[in-house]
Each structure stands twice: as structure tokens, then as C-alpha cells.
DNA sequence: TCAATCCGTATC
DNA sequence: ATACGGATTGAC
């Protein structure tokens, strides 16, 4: 070899292995040689450097032996840990020597292909790492249940489907129809009272079943979880379905799991967790009322139900249900792009089935109780039967808005809210700190602030005396009432704590209703309207209904036009550069490490907003925080700095930075 | 010249 | 956390 040829190979890029065998082990009898087997594991580490898969050796004395998707025990950083087989194989790419696999804890494959698939998705897509998503998507086990499997089977023929629950919807019939042939619509359904959404689903849920594929439907909280079981139950049968939620036993949580995962039922029904649940050839998913912010998970990596299940729509070719009385801008973007159909009734049936509202000003007359506008006493005083008043609760965070007409007052350059004494005590914008010393309202061009209202909240006893003749129950807070009595009972419920009665409300009373436009995220009306209609659709068919407020900011809702509502919400994101026509990465973290974040380049069009200061209760340390805001095709790039971002700080050893994309709120 | 020790880095 | 490799230090 010369030394030219030296240099040349000194010059090269660093070869790539190619996949090795690395040991052999030679059998004692016929002296043929055994390839190692080797076990690709996903290792349950929250560092985000090392999000990615380890190769083990498989000890051939190891029982029992492991089968992709079971749990393992591996020596790893010279600790043990948790981990996820994901594959077998004979090869690696690992140049180093291969640790053996400690244990394999149970033969059960738990985490499938689909879900893994999902799970690695879903990290990307939130700037997080597959552990964190594996936590949510794989509950803990009881090996006590996996000992003794026993879920009830089904002890009668499978029903037919039936579409008469679908018939106020002229597209619902068809869309059941498709379910059944085997296809995969999607749709974003704007369900009706009348109708209880829930049968609805479970009809839907029976067609995909008898299509030979299956379902899954989320639901916001344990109230409608008990009400949507009955609701299977009575369309289904018993064993055909199983309840997946974060308020079980960790026993029943993972015997439901379990079932599912076995494949001996493929209908689940659950809270936000349950949009991983492994429901084997999946047909369809469905989420109720997707703008409840419970959908969106707490930790990290902050990621929301509703978008798991669309990524998992298309993954897996399963047909979409989204619905809800209400109709949040993200649904609606999915009928602007084409991906989904909108599924509305028509006018005349929407009219029908909503309650006729009248709004009145707070005008208060003589004869009625202190601070009850009398048309609000005049309608209680006329309904014959249950009453139910929805009351704004007290302490929302309230922002500014125009003295005069109410407007919301936002900055100027990003539409953020506006709020006195951020950064000193000037007016200006929470999201990215741009002061706004003369500030005019673009409505009405008046000068004049005020800090929204905060109304008493009525108390139970005044409307007592002014209603002698009817029991008045309270739902809101600590105790929320799931179902109220019958008769002439007068609720009085916090808005999402409003109790179903039997037979519907004769009248819902929408109090103080410019106190949930106060608020100062991005989803005030979006927010606002939903709990209107939510709280309206418990209403009996022809019932009245009363909203106290500004008739102007209330037409949506007057005219029950929730698609409408959707669009234009959709168009003012799309004005403001907001989600889900931009997206959004908030982070936050201390001072100095926002500032640095701020002065970086960022990938494609990125804007960077702020830093301001995070609002912070007392004794917590101090934050800032940056928004990041990028159009939409940008935003996995975004995603994937930020994963960089975070990876390059777990190796340093520094702390992570709270790192949430398309926030709820913010 | 060699071994003990320190430091940074990878974690199979 | 722990283990490893490379660099550094210090005794002979």
C-alpha cells in the first residue's frame, strides 16, 4: 500500500459499519454454529440524548424468552431499568459489547408494533421522548391479572346496526353504511339534543365491529365515562366493549388493557389515555366535545387525545368521528383542508332541536331577588319542570378589554393579551412583551381599560326565597352532580358541572355570560361557546332558554350555528397567526436560558415572541417564557430543534426546559 | 517510563 | 449511577 493510498484512507468520512454478527456460540453435539440472538429494546430513560433503541443479547438460558412487545429488565448506564422489547434479530449495528438482557419480567407482548409506531409519532410531533409516551400508552402491570385473564365474554349473537339514532343527520345513515362495508370515513359531526350522542357512537362503534374491525372513543371525564358505558352496553350487549381510564384501579385499568391488547375485544372506551389503547385491525376512533381541555395531558410532552387518534387515523386507514354539540376551531380546519366532511343536520332540524333563546341585558326590576334580572325571574317563574342556571364561577383569569364596548384589548403585533404590570407596571402583551402605552380600542377607538366584572356568584339560598315552590340543588367545584333529581328542582351549576335530569331541562339560564369572555387565552370564545351549548343541549325538546348578556356577542349562539362559530374562530387563528393554522412552541424556563433561546436561529420562518416573565405563584422560582411561532409545514422542523435542543442539554447534565407545543392554553 | 488519577463522555 | 478512554500528573 503507498503512501498516498494511507492518506486517502485517512481522508475518508468515518466508515459505517455494516450490521455485524458479533459472537457466536458453538453447539456442543453437532458443532454447527448458533447465532446470538439479539433483542432491540426501548429503554425507559427520560434523557432525551438517549431517546432512541439499545440492542441486548439474549441469554439463551433466559425463561421465559422474550417475544416482541413484552417487558424486560436491562442493565443500562449501569443501572437497572425498565424496557420494551420492539424486535428480535441475529444482527446489530453496535460495535461495542452487547449487555445481556437481566430478565425478561413477562412473555406478554404489551406494547405492539402499531402503538410503538404511534408512541415514536407522537414524541416527534411533541418535542418529546418515547419514554414519556410509552408511560401514557402502556398502563403498569399487575401480574396478578395477567395470571388470571378474565374478562366476561359476550353471551349473544351480535345485534345489527341500527341507523334510527342517525336519521336527524342526512349524512348519517350513509356514514354508518360505510362503517359497516368496511370503509373509512371521516367526518367532524355536530351532534344535536335530541339525540344522545353517545347511543349515537355506539351504533357506530357496532357497524366498525361488524365491518371485523374495531374502535376506539374518548371521552372528557369519569361523568360521561359512566354515561357512554351505559350507552354501549345497551347498543352492544355486555363484553363487547371495555372501559380504559385513568380514574381505575390499576388492577381493572390493566385487565381492560389486557383484553385489548390480547385482542379479545376491540371496542375501547376511555379518557384522554385510552386514544393509545392497542385495539388490534382498528376501524375507527372517535372523540366527544374535543374542545374539554382535559384532553390535553398535563406532562410532558403535553401532547393532546384528539391529535393522537387523527395520527392514528391515518397510520392505521381507521375512520374519524369527531364530534360534540360544540365545534372547535382544530375540527374545523380538518373540514377547511378536505381531510374530513362536516357532518351537520339541516337548518330546520337544528332549530328544532335547540332550545329557542332569548337574551336580556342584567336589568334588574322590583319583585325579583337582589341582583336576578327579572326576565331570568319571569322564565324560572314560567317553566314547568327542572331549571337549570349555569353560573359563571368566579376567578378566571381575567385580562383586559375595552371600557366601553368590551373588546378584548390584544397587542398590536402578535394579538397576544394585553395585562397591566407584566414587565413594571405598564401595559403590556403577555406573549411577547411589546408595551402598549397608548393603546385604543380597534372596535370603538376608545382609550378607556376596565378589568372584566368578576359577578357574585348567586348564592343557593337567595334563589331559595325567590323560588319557595322548587328545591334548588347545587353542582359545581368539590361536588358535581351527575345526574339531578326530577321534578321542579332549580340546579345551579358551574359551567361543566352541569348535571343531565331525566327528561331534559324546560329551561336553561345561561347567567352573566361576558364574564367567560374575560378570560385571556387564545380559546376564550371558542371556550365560552362550547360550555353554552353544552349546557343548552340538556334542555327537553321545545324548552326555553335564557342567556343574560350582549345580544351582539351572542348571535352564534341565538342562531345555534356552532359550524359557523367554528369558521370564523378558524379564520381570526388564521388572522393572528395562531394554532391550528400556525404552531406554536412554548418554553419555558429561567431567565438567562430564555434569553439565549431568543437569540437563536430557528428553523424555517420561525417568529420568535418574548421572552416575558411566566406569571408565578409565590415561593416558585422565577420563569420566562418564549413562544415560538412558525407556519404550519415548519413545525416538525420546529419540533425537531427542540427535541435537539433538549437532547444536547441532558447530555450537559442541565435541567429540561418545559417544552409545550400547541398548548391549550398559554 | 509507567502507573495512578482525573475528567469527560457514553450509556447496547 | 457506572464504566471506560484519554489526558494529566508524579514517582522512579
Not at 349524512?171 to 344535536?192: K, Q, Y
Not at 373588546?407 to 398590536?412: H, L
Not at 385571556?520 to 335564557?546: M, Q
Not at 397567526?577 to 439565549?596: I, M
Amino acid at each position: 500500500m503507498t503512501t498516498g493510498d494511507q492518506l486517502e484512507l485517512l481522508a475518508a468520512p468515518e466508515p459505517v459499519p455494516p450490521p455485524v454478527l458479533l459472537e457466536e456460540g458453538v453447539d456442543e453435539r453437532s458443532g454447527e454454529v448458533a447465532p446470538v440472538r439479539i433483542a432491540r429494546v426501548a429503554v425507559d430513560t427520560p434523557l432525551p440524548h438517549l431517546d432512541r433503541l439499545f440492542d441486548y443479547a439474549v441469554p439463551p438460558e433466559l425463561d421465559p424468552q422474550p417475544v416482541p412487545g413484552c417487558r424486560v429488565k436491562v442493565r443500562f448506564a449501569g443501572r437497572a431499568t425498565d424496557g420494551y422489547v420492539v424486535g428480535l434479530g441475529e444482527t446489530t449495528a453496535h460495535e461495542g459489547r452487547l449487555a445481556p438482557l437481566t430478565k425478561v419480567v413477562s412473555a406478554e407482548p404489551v406494547l405492539s408494533a402499531e402503538v410503538l409506531g404511534l408512541a415514536r409519532e407522537v414524541a416527534d410531533r411533541w418535542a418529546g421522548t418515547l419514554s414519556d409516551v410509552l408511560r401514557l400508552a402502556v398502563p403498569p402491570r399487575q401480574a396478578k391479572v395477567e395470571a388470571r385473564p378474565s374478562v366476561p365474554r359476550p353471551d349473544d349473537d351480535l345485534p345489527g346496526v341500527d341507523d334510527e339514532v342517525w336519521h336527524l343527520w342526512p349524512d348519517g345513515p350513509g356514514f354508518l353504511g360505510a362503517l359497516e362495508s368496511g370503509t373509512s370515513p371521516r367526518v367532524v359531526w355536530e351532534a344535536l339534543p335530541l339525540r344522545d350522542p353517545a347511543v349515537a357512537v355506539a351504533q357506530a362503534a357496532l357497524a366498525t365491529l361488524r365491518s371485523g374491525r374495531g374502535t376506539v372513543v374518548c371521552v372528557p371525564d369519569a361523568r360521561e365515562l359512566d354515561h357512554w358505558d351505559a350507552a354501549l352496553t345497551s347498543v352492544l350487549g355486555h363484553g363487547r366493549h371495555v372501559v380504559l381510564s385513568s380514574g381505575q384501579k390499576p388492577a381493572e385499568r390493566y385487565r381492560s388493557f389486557l383484553a385489548v391488547a390480547r385482542g379479545e375485544v376491540s371496542i375501547v372506551l376511555g379518557t384522554r389515555a385510552a386514544a393509545f389503547a392497542p385495539v388490534h385491525d382498528l376501524g375507527l376512533v372517535t372523540v366527544w366535545d374535543d374542545g374539554d381541555d382535559l384532553y390535553a395531558e398535563p406532562r410532558a410532552p403535553y401532547l393532546h387525545a384528539r391529535e393522537v387518534l387523527l395520527t392514528r387515523a391515518v397510520r392505521e386507514d381507521a375512520a374519524v368521528l369527531v364530534g360534540g354539540y360544540a365545534r372547535t376551531a382544530e375540527a374545523q380546519s380538518l373540514v377547511g383542508s378536505g381531510w374530513a366532511r362536516s357532518m351537520r343536520a339541516e337548518a330546520v332540524t337544528r332549530r328544532r332541536a335547540w332550545p329557542r333563546l332569548d337574551v336580556t341585558d342584567g336589568s334588574v326590576a322590583g319583585g325579583a331577588p337582589a341582583r336576578l334580572p327579572h326576565q331570568v325571574f319571569a322564565a324560572v317563574r314560567r317553566a314547568d319542570g327542572p331549571v337549570l342556571v349555569q353560573v359563571p364561577r368566579r376567578g378566571y383569569r381575567t385580562s383586559l378589554s375595552c371600557q366601553d364596548c368590551r373588546t378584548p384589548a390584544r397587542c398590536a403585533a402578535c394579538d397576544g393579551p394585553l395585562a397591566q404590570g407584566g414587565r413594571g407596571a405598564t401595559l403590556a402583551c403577555r406573549w411577547c412583551g411589546t408595551e402598549a402605552p397608548r393603546w385604543t380600542c380597534p372596535t370603538c377607538g376608545s382609550a378607556r381599560l376596565r378589568a372584566p366584572v368578576v359577578g357574585q356568584l348567586r348564592t343557593a339560598e337567595e334563589y331559595a326565597a325567590a323560588f319557595p315552590d322548587r328545591a334548588v340543588v347545587t353542582s359545581g367545584g368539590a361536588d358535581v352532580l351527575a345526574e339531578a333529581p326530577p321534578g321542579d328542582v332549580l340546579v345551579l351549576a358551574t359551567p361543566g358541572a352541569e348535571p343531565r335530569v331525566e327528561g331534559g331541562y324546560a329551561l336553561v339560564v345561561l347567567m352573566d355570560t361576558w364574564l367567560a369572555l374575560g378570560r385571556d387565552d387564545l380559546r376564550v370564545g371558542e371556550e365560552a361557546h362550547r360550555r353554552w351549548f353544552n349546557a343548552l343541549a340538556l334542555a327537553r325538546e321545545r324548552a326555553a332558554a335564557v342567556a343574560v348578556g350582549d345580544p351582539a356577542t351572542l348571535q352564534g349562539l341565538v342562531r345555534a350555528d356552532p359550524a359557523g362559530l367554528a369558521e370564523r374562530e378558524l379564520a381570526e387563528r388564521a388572522e393572528a397567526h395562531l394554532p391550528p393554522v400556525a404552531r406554536v412552541a412554548v418554553v419555558e424556563a429561567p431567565a438567562d436560558v430564555v434569553a439565549e433561546l431568543a437569540s437563536r436561529s430557528w428553523p424555517g420562518a420561525t417568529e420568535v415572541l418574548g421572552p416575558v416573565p411566566v406569571p408565578t405563584r409565590p415561593g416558585e422560582p422565577e420563569h420566562d417564557r418564549l413562544v415560538l411561532r412558525t407556519p404550519r409545514r415548519d413545525g416538525p422542523a420546529l419540533a425537531a430543534a427542540l427535541k435537539d435542543l433538549q437532547s444536547a442539554r441532558s447530555a450537559a447534565k442541565l435541567p429540561p426546559l418545559r417544552v409545550r407545543i400547541d398548548p391549550h392554553a398559554f
